[in-house]
C-alpha cells in the first residue's frame, strides 16, 4: 500500500490559485468558527477563500479543524495547480471511483485530472480511495514537491519519532521553509490526519515561495489608493531591467515604482495627479522579450470618494489645555486617509473653543481646541466634539471628558524624512522625525504646548526641554539638532550636516524629554564620487536635423549608489567624466564634451547639432579614467528621418456656442511622426534629411494653415485672436513664414464673437497640415452665436471656501510692475479696488443638447451679500468678485441678463475661515530667457503660487499678494561666464555676465520650483 500522494510536477504546473479562478466573492467573514482568528492568519483564510480554493463546509461554518479526505485533496490539489478539469467526465480509471457516489462523486474529474497530470497514480492498484484521510506528513510532501524541492527533500535527514521515516526528509524541508509548523509539544505528528486549517495555510506559504516556470506576465492591475495602482505579475521580475508604465487613455501619468520584496508585484505611486474616472493601462517594458509574455493590464479608475470620518484618539478623555488636538481620520473608499484638504471640514464644539484644523504628514486631520476656558472645569466637563466634511456633509460626533493638565508619560519618533533620497549624503541635507508627544490620556501634546505652556498659569515651562544625545561619536561641528514645527503644530526633530562626513554608516542617538525617551538613527553616505558610468536611456529619438539634444548620464559611486544630479555636477565628477561624440557636435562644433553643470537639462550630454544623415549614426562615449577607477561607457544611435508634421493634438477645445460679445480659447500642438511636440519646421530631402533651403520640386515644404471663416454674420463680427490679441482670418506657420516657425502656432489662440454677431450665425475654425500643398492633416472645429431663442439653462457655480482677509491681520503692503509700483494694505482688502485675494462668482449657461455656451462679461448685472461682515462683494468690469471678511458664512445673490434679455437670480452660498493662508503649490515655466538688463521672476517665467484655499496668484498678481505668500528667490549653479546674479523682493533680476543658471522660487511652507534661465 502506497504511503503518500505520489506527486511528479513538471515546469508547466502553475501555482495559480490567485489569478486563473473566478468564484462566488466570499470571506472569512460568512464564517462563524473563523471569527476568533487573528488578523496574519485571517488574511491567509480570506485569499484561499476569495480564490475558491476553498469553501465552507456549510452556508455558515468553515469546519476549520474537520479532517480531509483523499477526494477533497484532490479536488483542492487540482485547483491549486490550475489543472484542466474536465467536469463533464462521467468515468474513472479507478475501480473505487463513480460519480454515483453520494459522498465523494463529486471528486471524479479532479482525480482523473491530477493523474492525467502525472500528479498522482493512485492509493492501491487500480483504486485512488477516495473516502481515505491525508496524513499531515502526506501534506508535507505534496507542499515541497509543489515547489520543485523534491531532490532537496531527499537529501535531509530528521529524527521525529511521529514521522514516518520514508517522510523525514519532506518534514524537515517543509518545516525549515515554514510550510508548517511542530506542535506546541515539538513534535510534527506526522501519521496524525491533516485539518483542513492546515492544508489551507501550508498551500497559501508554498504559493508565497513558489516561481512557476515559463514567461513573465502582468496578471493584473487596479487602484489601491487615491495615488496608487498596485501591478502584479505571476513570478519575480527583473527589477534592475522592468519599466513600469502607467496612462490614463493616450496621456501618460507620471509615477514612481515600488516593487515588493518577493518582486511579483509593485506599487505605482502617481505623482501629480489622483487616480479618477476613466480607463487607465499598464505597461511592463525593459525586459528581454524572450522571456516576457503578457506586458499590459488594463483597469478602470474612479474619482476618491469619501467615506467615512472617525475619532482616533487613544482614549474618551482629553487634557485641560489651551491647546488639546483631537486626531480625526477622514477615509476614502480605499481605506487610507482622504486627501480632501483640512478646509473641506467644519468643526463644531461647545464648552470648549475650537481653534484650528490641520492635516499631518500621514493625513491625519488635527483639530486643535482650547479646553481650558471659564466654561470648562477639570475633571468634571464634557467636551463634544462634531466633525462635517461639507462637499459629502458626512459627520462624525464624539464627547471627551475632560481630564487634568497634561503630564508627558510617552515619547514616540516619526519615521526618518531626508531632504534627499534616504540618506544624508553631504553638508546642508537635513533628516526630519515627527516628535509625538503623548499625555496621560493618550493625546498629542502640540509644538506651541511644548514650548509655551506653564504650570497653573506661572512662569515654570509644564514640559522640559527637549535634547537629542548621540550614542555613535559624530563631532558637534558636524551636525546641528533643533526641535521645530512640523507645519501642523506637531514637533520635529530636525537633524542636518554642517560638514560632509568621512564615515558611512548609521549613527544613532536618543531624544528624550523629562522621563520620556525614544531612540532613532540616521544614514549617512560619504562617498560622492563617480567611480563608474553610463550613457542612459532616451525617450525619443534622435532625428536628422536636431538641435540640442540631451542624452542621459547615470554614474555610481564605488558602493554602487547612483549619483544625484547635484553629486554628478559637482566639480570634481565634472573633471573626472570625459565625453566624446561623433555625428554631432556640441557648442561651437566642439566634439569633446562636458557634463551640463547647469540649467534645466543639468546632468545631461548636450548635442548642440545632429550632423550625421538619416540612417547614419550618432556615438557618444563617457570616459573615467582616474588611478583608482576606471569606466567606459558607448551608446550608439540610428539617426531618424527629420522631423516632419504628422497630426495635430488637441489641447484646449473651444465652445461650440457663444453668446454674443463671449470668447472662447483653443489650443492645438502641432506632433510629429514620432509623437512630439514639434515647434520647428523643416523643409526635408528625399532621404528624410533637413534640407537649409526649399527648392520647388526637389525639396518638401511643411506648412500650417489656419483660417476662420463665418457664414451668416458681417466680416469681424466673428473672429481669431493670436496670442499677441492680433484679430487674424488666416495664417501660415512654417520654416520662413511671416506668421513664424510653428512654436507661434502651438499656442493659445482667442475665438472671439462681438456685440455685432448675427444670432445663428456659425464659424468654422480650421487648421491644415500641408506637405507641399496637398493636406496630410487636418482638424476642424465649429462655433454657433447662441440665439435668443435658444433654451439656455443658467446656474452660478459654487464659490470655494474663502479666507477671512480684512479681519486676519495678515495683509500687508506689496509693489509690483516693473520699477515696483507700490499698493497698499487698505487697497489689498478692499474688493472694488483690489480683486487680487478675491474669488470670481461666475455664471455657467448651457444650451438644451448640454453643451456649455461661453457668456459675456457683462452677463452678471449685480451682485449682494447677505452679510458684508463675512463676504465683501463688487462688480468690476464686468466680472462678479466676492472677498472674505470675518469668519461665518453669508449668502451672495446674484442677478444677471438672459440671451432673452430678462433679469434673473440666483443665489450661491459662502462660507469664510481663518485656516492661515499658505502657500500650497508653486510652480512655473521651466525654462526662461532673459537679456544681459535682467528680467522679473515672477513675469518672465509666468509664476503661478497657489494658496491652501485653491486661489491661483499670477506674474503681477502674484507680486502684490506676495507680502503675505511670502515666496522668496534665490539663484545658483552658474555657468561659468555669470558671476553674480541678485534677486529683489519684487522678482527684479540683475545679472553679471551671460550664460545659465538655476533659479530656485521657495514658499515658507517649504513649496518650490525650479526655472533654468538662460542670459543673452
Do not use: C
Not at 513573465?216 to 489608493?225: D, H, I, P, Q, Y
Not at 542617538?509 to 540616521?522: L, P
Request: aromatic share 6%; glycine share 8%; proline share 2%.
Amino acid at each position: 500500500m502506497k504511503k503518500t500522494l505520489s506527486v511528479v510536477l513538471t515546469s508547466a504546473m502553475a501555482l495559480s490559485m490567485f489569478s486563473s479562478l473566478a468564484f462566488a466573492a466570499k470571506s472569512s467573514a460568512d464564517f462563524t468558527d473563523l471569527k476568533d482568528l487573528d488578523a496574519a492568519t485571517k488574511a491567509k483564510f480570506d485569499a484561499m477563500i476569495s480564490a475558491g480554493i476553498f469553501d465552507g463546509v456549510t452556508d455558515t461554518t468553515f469546519g476549520l479543524k474537520d479532517e480531509m479526505n483523499r477526494a477533497q485533496f484532490a479536488k483542492v490539489a487540482a485547483l491549486i495547480m490550475g489543472l484542466d478539469v474536465n467536469k463533464d467526465l462521467k468515468t474513472s480509471s479507478f475501480t473505487d471511483v463513480s460519480v454515483d457516489d453520494a459522498a465523494n462523486g463529486y471528486a471524479l474529474p479532479y482525480i482523473e485530472a491530477l493523474k492525467t497530470a502525472g500528479v498522482t497514480d493512485g492509493y492501491a492498484e487500480g483504486q485512488y480511495n477516495p473516502a481515505g484521510k491525508v496524513t499531515k506528513e502526506q501534506l508535507a510532501t505534496f507542499l515541497v514537491r509543489v515547489l520543485g524541492q523534491d531532490e532537496a527533500a531527499k537529501g535531509k535527514t530528521g529524527t521525529d519519532a511521529t514521522v514516518s521515516g520514508w517522510a523525514q526528509g519532506y518534514v524537515a524541508l517543509a518545516l525549515e521553509l515554514k510550510l508548517l509548523a511542530n506542535g506546541e509539544d515539538g513534535t510534527f505528528g506526522g501519521m496524525a490526519n491533516a485539518t483542513r486549517d492546515l492544508l489551507l495555510t501550508g498551500a497559501y506559504e508554498a504559493k508565497q515561495q513558489y516561481v512557476p516556470a515559463g514567461k513573465v506576465s502582468v496578471t493584473g492591475a487596479k487602484a489601491t489608493g487615491a495615488q496608487q495602482v498596485t501591478v502584479t505579475f505571476n513570478k519575480p521580475v527583473d527589477t534592475d531591467k522592468a519599466t513600469v508604465a502607467l496612462k490614463k487613455g493616450t496621456t501618460d501619468v507620471v509615477t514612481t515604482t515600488k516593487f515588493s520584496d518577493d518582486k511579483k508585484s509593485a506599487v505605482l505611486t502617481l505623482t501629480d495627479v489622483k487616480v479618477s474616472k476613466g480607463d487607465y493601462t499598464v505597461t511592463v517594458s525593459g525586459l528581454d522579450a524572450a522571456t516576457v509574455d503578457k506586458t499590459t493590464a488594463t483597469f478602470t479608475g474612479e474619482d476618491e470618494v469619501l467615506t467615512k470620518i472617525d475619532f482616533v484618539n487613544a482614549g474618551d478623555t482629553i487634557a485641560y489645555a489651551d491647546k488639546t488636538i483631537v486626531k480625526v481620520k477622514a477615509s476614502n473608499q480605499y481605506g487610507e486617509n482622504a486627501t480632501t484638504n483640512a478646509g473641506s471640514y467644519n468643526v463644531y464644539t461647545s464648552a470648549a473653543t475650537f481653534t484650528k484644523i490641520t492635516k499631518d504628514a500621514d493625513g491625519t486631520l488635527l483639530i486643535t481646541l482650547d479646553t481650558a476656558n471659564e466654561s470648562t472645569t477639570q475633571g468634571v466637563s464634557v467636551i463634544p466634539v462634531t466633525v462635517v466634511n461639507n462637499d459629502s456633509h458626512i459627520t462624525a460626533t464624539k464627547n471627551f471628558k475632560l481630564g487634568t493638565q497634561p503630564i508627558l508619560t510617552k515619547l514616540e519618533l516619526g519615521d526618518a524624512r531626508y531632504s534627499v533620497g534616504t540618506a544624508l549624503n553631504g553638508k546642508g541635507e537635513n533628516v526630519k522625525f515627527d516628535l509625538n508627544l503623548f499625555d496621560q490620556y493618550g493625546g498629542n501634546i502640540s509644538y506651541d504646548s511644548l514650548i509655551n505652556a506653564k504650570v497653573n498659569n506661572s512662569t515654570s515651562p509644564l514640559f522640559g526641554t527637549t535634547t537629542v544625545i548621540w550614542n555613535d561619536y559624530i563631532s558637534t561641528d558636524d551636525v546641528k539638532t533643533e526641535v521645530e514645527d512640523n507645519g501642523n503644530d506637531i514637533p520635529e526633530v530636525k537633524i542636518s550636516l554642517l560638514n560632509d562626513l568621512d564615515k558611512a554608516g548609521d549613527y544613532n542617538f536618543t531624544v528624550f524629554n523629562q522621563a520620556a525617551t525614544a531612540s532613532g538613527k540616521i544614514s549617512v553616505n560619504s562617498s560622492k564620487v563617480a567611480n563608474k558610468v553610463e550613457i542612459g536611456d532616451l525617450n525619443d529619438v534622435i532625428a536628422a536635423g536636431d538641435k540640442d539634444v540631451y542624452i542621459p548620464v547615470v554614474a555610481y559611486d564605488a558602493a554602487g549608489n547612483q549619483l544625484s544630479v547635484d553629486d554628478l555636477t559637482s566639480d570634481e565628477n565634472l573633471k573626472r567624466i570625459n565625453i566624446n561624440v561623433s555625428g554631432a557636435t556640441g557648442v561651437d562644433g566642439a566634439t569633446s564634451l562636458k557634463i551640463e553643470d547647469s540649467g534645466e537639462h543639468r546632468g545631461t550630454i548636450r548635442l548642440n547639432q545632429i550632423n550625421g544623415t538619416s540612417k547614419g549614426a550618432v556615438s557618444i562615449t563617457a570616459i573615467i579614467a582616474t588611478a583608482n577607477a576606471n569606466s567606459t561607457s558607448t551608446k550608439t544611435y540610428t539617426i531618424a528621418d527629420a522631423r516632419v508634421p504628422d497630426h495635430f493634438k488637441v489641447v484646449t477645445d473651444p465652445a461650440k456656442a457663444l453668446v454674443k460679445g463671449a470668447t472662447s480659447a483653443i489650443e492645438l500642438a502641432v506632433i510629429d511622426q514620432y509623437g512630439q511636440v514639434l515647434d520647428d519646421a523643416n523643409f526635408t530631402d528625399s532621404q528624410g534629411n533637413s534640407a537649409p533651403t526649399y527648392v520647388d520640386g526637389s525639396n518638401n515644404k511643411y506648412q500650417v494653415n489656419v483660417k476662420v471663416t463665418a457664414t451668416g454674420t458681417a466680416d469681424g463680427t466673428i473672429g481669431l485672436k493670436n496670442p499677441a490679441e492680433e484679430a487674424i482670418t488666416s495664417a501660415t506657420f512654417g520654416k520662413g513664414e511671416k506668421a513664424g516657425d510653428f512654436e507661434a502656432f502651438n499656442d493659445e489662440f482667442t475665438l472671439f464673437t462681438t456685440e455685432n454677431a448675427t444670432e445663428g450665425a456659425k464659424a468654422d475654425y480650421t487648421a491644415t497640415i500641408t506637405k507641399n500643398g496637398t493636406e496630410i492633416s487636418k482638424l476642424t472645429r465649429t462655433i454657433t452665436v447662441a440665439s435668443a431663442t435658444d433654451d439656455l439653462t443658467y446656474s452660478v457655480n459654487a464659490v470655494p471656501t474663502l479666507f477671512n482677509l480684512s479681519d486676519s491681520g495678515v495683509v500687508v503692503g506689496s509693489t509690483y510692475g516693473t520699477g515696483g509700483t507700490a499698493i497698499s494694505a487698505d487697497d489689498l482688502k478692499d474688493v472694488t479696488k483690489s480683486q487680487v485675494f478675491a474669488r470670481e462668482v461666475k455664471l455657467t449657461a448651457k444650451n438644451a443638447s448640454g453643451d456649455t455656451v461661453k457668456l459675456p462679461a457683462g452677463t452678471i448685472t449685480s451682485i449682494t451679500t447677505s452679510n458684508n461682515a463675512v463676504a465683501k462683494v463688487a462688480l468690476v468690469g464686468g466680472k462678479a468678485y466676492v472677498l472674505g471678511n470675518k469668519t461665518g458664512t453669508a449668502t451672495l445673490n446674484v442677478s444677471y441678463k438672459t440671451i432673452k434679455g430678462e433679469i434673473k437670480t440666483a443665489n450661491v452660498a459662502v462660507t469664510s475661515k481663518n485656516d492661515a493662508l499658505a502657500v500650497d503649490k508653486v510652480e512655473a515655466d521651466s525654462t526662461m530667457t532673459i537679456g544681459k538688463t535682467g528680467g522679473n521672476a515672477f513675469i518672465n517665467p509666468d509664476l503661478i503660487v497657489t494658496d491652501n484655499y485653491g486661489v491661483e496668484y499670477e506674474k503681477e498678481d502674484a507680486q502684490k499678494a506676495n507680502g503675505v505668500l511670502g515666496v522668496t528667490f534665490s539663484a545658483s549653479n552658474y555657468s561659468s561666464n555669470v558671476k553674480n546674479v541678485t534677486i529683489n523682493s519684487n522678482g527684479d533680476i540683475t545679472v553679471d555676465g551671460t550664460g545659465t543658471f538655476d533659479l530656485t522660487v521657495t514658499s515658507p511652507s517649504g513649496k518650490s520650483d525650479v526655472i533654468a534661465v538662460t542670459v543673452n
